[in-house]
């Protein structure tokens, strides 16, 4: 277990820190609003990505999980109740398009990663 870092709200410093401990070779597991919970894998280098998660969905809903690990991507968590958890292994695999909620104006540019 790791003390987080950042904000969950800073997504930009969250994904990045996520790709660092990976590439370190924790890989997270779990993540509450203060801690991080890690498994321990060879080193490597991954993506993580953070999207807002429904109002009332713990997990994303399993067409979405089929959809993104068809493209690649795999569930991790949700951060407290906040923010689903992605996490790509291969490089070569697209972008999510997770950002429908961008242009929405429903977040600040901080939660963006925008500053």
Not at 60 to 74: A, F, M, N, T
């Amino acid at each position: 277990m790791k003390l987080a870092p950042f904000s969950i709200y800073d997504v930009a410093a969250q994904q990045a820190w996520m790709e660092d401990q990976a590439a370190r070779g924790y890989f997270l597991d779990g993540r509450g609003r203060w801690f991080a919970t890690f498994t321990k894998e060879k080193p490597k280098a991954v993506r993580y990505r953070m999207e807002p998660a429904g109002r009332k969905e713990d997990i994303p809903d399993l067409e979405r999980r089929e959809v993104y690990r068809s493209l690649g991507w795999d569930y991790v968590c949700t951060v407290g109740g906040t923010f689903y958890v992605w996490r790509c292994d291969d490089p070569d695999a697209p972008e999510l398009d997770s950002f429908w909620w961008r242009d929405t104006g429903a977040y600040p540019a901080q939660v963006l990663g925008e500053r």
